[in-house]
């Protein structure tokens, strides 16, 4: 397996220096493919499948959606982080790959990947069941001052979104939770619906139509503003709690890939974030678009790096050979 | 009110040629890609998901459903015909479809699968019509306590389940469950039995491990028994046998019992159809008079879980419909389809969009249907299939298992996972070992110790919880009659016959 790679991939850098300057004027010329590493269906997929259906107003090559699942989304950062460095293999990450990157010595390193574009962030909210009898954050903290652990919260299991979520909120408001752990999103809603928690915090298109029908009741919006699909939702900061909470989703390239390539990739996916008939179709679905450049991209991992970083630690879960 | 919509989206749709030929593509394409071993619903819907961004929105729903439901009757293919389960949802069917192929009558399980698929579909989406609101209550009482308690259920019906002695199925079940706990633990993410190796993370997928202890293993079966001159692979018989409806239709209870056990467990969320199957099939195999014809060719075993994976279908769509919460893998990606579309499955598409409530309702009964005449059709060319050679064969079912492991996460970790299941199969073979348990333990091992362990937690470490909950308690009582009935039933004969006796000298 490794000879054969080594023999390939050699060949491939031989012909690459070869052919540099010719073949950096045609790039790309052939499919480019988007990593997804969680299922089909969820958010991170949409995302990827929107940008490939209209990719058309601003590619000259299709864009291929290519779902590497397993191990909390670790299989396909890796699969992309080995991919050959040509820039036709792109990935799609959020909070999960910097925290596998701290808890699972396996997992890829922050730095092997190289930010490509910041796509968006996905906000959560805080939502309680309807028999929880807790009206607004000030309540739901209350009920967590008299009674430390009063409160269940479902969330995914350690270095999901949700989970570093409720760990931000137990941190800022020095609050404990009874933090119970769900395998992803779907059974998390399900778990509050039935009334086997009683809090989440989740992102809002998976609780907006719940909200909405009286199934569920939101209690704030864990970002700086509110959010189209639950307008009457008011804010945690509208509450007077300075508290942000925020999932997020970037294109990101295997280390090595040529500057020349990297730049014209990065140019063409932010065109294709700001093209107009993307944006309605990516807000329609809940997603909030708001593009940065490359080293903005950068910038912001390296910030969400940190403050994931501190999370883990205090709650102990950096693994030993990855500590800082 | 609803009958009505219904009926005028349904009329609408048949009177539409543009309709009714996307649905027939759609029927015809789920069905191959069902067939294809590594090629699940779930992957079947995301191959064809871009094809129906540019169509309507009724009519991309239509499509998807058609190849949703086709794809799960096609999953059944593959298993009667080469022993690989198409789909998860199809792991019990070869367990007695192949063992029919190979006694020439691959025509009549083939039948039997298509006709239990169509009354098991036409009775989960009876359900999700008339009775989803309900139901949805009913599956939301179903939290950590009672889907432990299922999957003990499950567990101690399976153990009977397994051709051969219980303590062998029993052994080889347990390997099964070790299995499922390899890679992630489901609760704290920490890595277990990996050995520090990257391809162990993933986890044991249930798709590599059935394809490669069914498909790889029955080609190395025979490439074996070729040195014996014996005849390779299975059905000879390509003959058309007459084909019974009396004695399906003397098989309506098994039907019944499957399509409720797979409404039913389809409409708790995160279940799915593997689930269904596989309570579906033990259940038909403790509680049937003749448990030693499974395995061996009964038509129960094939009719059972084809109605509950197809019935399943209805299940796994009443939390989307009702609750925004997709039951499974597959309805997530029928549920992001209608996303992209701009409609959220969920409790407000009832208020705001009734119309394509019946649509979506409408476009299931259409898939039935169409599934069934393609499915039919397509039995003219399984000669063509069954008289291809058997060194052809057993070289295209080898190439199939390898892309199908592949396939299914584009992951080469699962290739090597197949490949050693395979051998893992073989070897059990030699040793007179049943291998479904080891499939079994690998489905309801990781339901049961993540639910368990999460009760747990629910009620601070306290046992009690089981105590509180009154579905978890009948289930284990239910569970304990199913231990204790081979202990019971010699009594029962004893005490029916001395009451016999008593009754002679009067």
Request: glycine residues 8%; charged residues 15%; contains cysteine.
């Amino acid at each position: 397996m490794k000879a054969p790679h080594l023999i390939i991939s050699s060949t491939l850098l031989l012909s690459l220096l070869w052919t540099a300057p010719l073949l950096a004027d045609d790039f790309p010329e052939k499919p480019i493919n988007i990593v997804v590493p969680w299922p089909t269906g969820g958010a991170y997929d949409l995302a990827a499948r929107l940008m490939a259906e209209h990719a058309s107003h601003t590619f000259s090559v299709p864009l291929v959606v290519q779902n590497v699942t397993g191990a909390a989304g670790s299989t396909g950062v890796r699969h992309v982080a080995d991919a050959t460095a040509d820039g036709y293999t792109i990935g799609v990450m959020g909070t999960h790959a910097i925290a596998q990157s701290y808890m699972n010595p396996n997992a890829t390193a922050l730095d092997d990947l190289t930010p490509l574009v910041f796509i968006g962030p996905e906000p959560a909210a805080l939502a309680v069941t309807q028999d929880a009898d807790i009206d607004d954050v000030a309540a739901y903290l209350d009920t967590l001052n008299e009674a430390p652990g009063s409160v269940i919260n479902g969330n995914d299991s350690p270095g999901g979104f949700s989970y570093i979520a409720a760990t931000m909120l137990e941190n800022q408001f020095d609050v404990e939770l009874t933090k119970i752990p769900y395998q992803g999103y779907a059974p998390t809603v399900s778990a509050l619906l039935s009334g086997e928690v009683m809090s989440a915090l989740l992102p809002i298109p998976l609780l907006a139509d719940q909200h909405a029908a009286g199934q569920l009741r939101l209690l704030g919006v864990a970002a700086q503003e509110r959010h189209p699909f639950t307008p009457e939702v008011p804010t945690f900061q509208e509450q007077g709690y300075d508290f942000i909470a925020e999932d997020f989703f970037m294109l990101y390239l295997p280390g090595d890939v040529p500057e020349e390539r990297r730049n014209k990739l990065a140019e063409m996916f932010y065109a294709l974030l700001q093209d107009a008939s993307f944006q309605e179709a990516a807000s329609d679905i809940g997603l909030m678009i708001q593009p940065r450049p490359q080293d903005e991209t950068a910038r912001y991992l390296e910030q969400r790096a940190d403050e994931v970083y501190d999370i883990l630690a205090a709650s102990g879960l950096v693994d030993d050979s990855l500590t800082r | 009110m609803l009958i009505e919509s219904f009926m005028s989206a349904l009329i609408e749709t048949l009177l539409s040629p543009w309709g009714l030929l996307l649905a027939a593509l759609g029927a015809l394409l789920g069905i191959i890609l069902g067939a294809l071993p590594g090629v699940s619903s779930t992957m079947a819907l995301a191959i064809l998901l871009p094809l129906s961004f540019s169509m309507d929105a009724h009519l991309a729903i239509l499509f998807l459903l058609c190849v949703f439901v086709a794809s799960v009757y096609g999953g059944s293919i593959s298993a009667i015909l080469i022993n690989i389960p198409g789909t998860p949802g199809a792991i019990v069917t070869q367990l007695d479809g192949h063992p029919m192929a190979k006694a020439g009558k691959a025509r009549e399980a083939l039948v039997y699968a298509l006709v239990a698929s169509t009354v098991g579909g036409a009775f989960g989406l009876g359900l999700l019509v008339m009775t989803a609101p309900l139901l949805a209550t009913v599956a939301m009482s179903f939290r950590s306590p009672e889907f432990a308690a299922v999957a003990v259920f499950g567990l101690v019906l399976l153990a009977y389940a397994s051709p051969g002695t219980t303590v062998r199925g029993l052994l080889v079940g347990a390997i099964g469950l070790i299995c499922g706990m390899v890679g992630f633990d489901t609760l704290t993410d920490v890595p277990r039995f990996t050995f520090d190796t990257r391809t162990l993370q993933g986890g044991v997928e249930l798709v590599p491990l059935c394809v490669g202890l069914f498909g790889l293993a029955e080609v190395l079966k025979h490439l074996h028994a070729s040195h014996q001159a014996a005849p390779a692979v299975s059905i000879q018989a390509t003959q058309r046998s007459q084909l019974k409806v009396r004695a399906l239709l003397k098989r309506w209870k098994s039907m019944l019992r499957g399509s409720l056990i797979g409404a039913f467990v389809g409409a708790i969320p995160a279940a799915g159809s593997a689930i269904a199957v596989a309570i579906a099939y033990a259940q038909e195999v403790r509680f049937s008079k003749h448990p030693e014809q499974f395995g061996q060719g009964a038509v129960e075993g094939v009719v059972a879980p084809e109605a509950a994976n197809s019935s399943s279908i209805g299940g796994t769509m009443i939390p989307m419909m009702t609750l925004g919460v997709p039951g499974d893998a597959i309805t997530a990606v029928l549920m992001g389809s209608l996303l992209i579309h701009g409609l959220r499955p969920g409790p407000m598409l009832f208020a705001e969009n009734p119309h394509i409530v019946s649509s979506i309702y409408a476009g299931f009964f259409i898939a039935l249907l169409l599934t069934l005449i393609i499915g039919l059709l397509l039995m003219r060319w399984l000669p063509l299939i069954l008289r291809i050679p058997s060194h052809v064969l057993l070289i295209g079912i080898a190439l199939l298992c390898v892309v199908g492991a592949y396939a299914i996460r584009n992951s080469m970790a699962d290739v090597y996972i197949m490949l050693f299941f395979g051998a893992l199969g073989y070897l059990l073979h030699l040793l007179s070992l049943p291998s479904a348990p080891l499939a079994f333990g690998l489905i309801l091992g990781p339901l049961l110790e993540e639910n368990l362990r999460r009760s747990l937690i629910l009620g601070r470490g306290s046992w009690d919880i089981f105590l509180h909950s009154p579905i978890a308690m009948s289930l284990f009582a239910l569970s304990i009659f199913a231990t204790a009935l081979p202990l019971l039933a010699p009594l029962w004969v004893r005490l029916k016959s001395d009451l016999q006796r008593m009754k002679v000298p009067f």
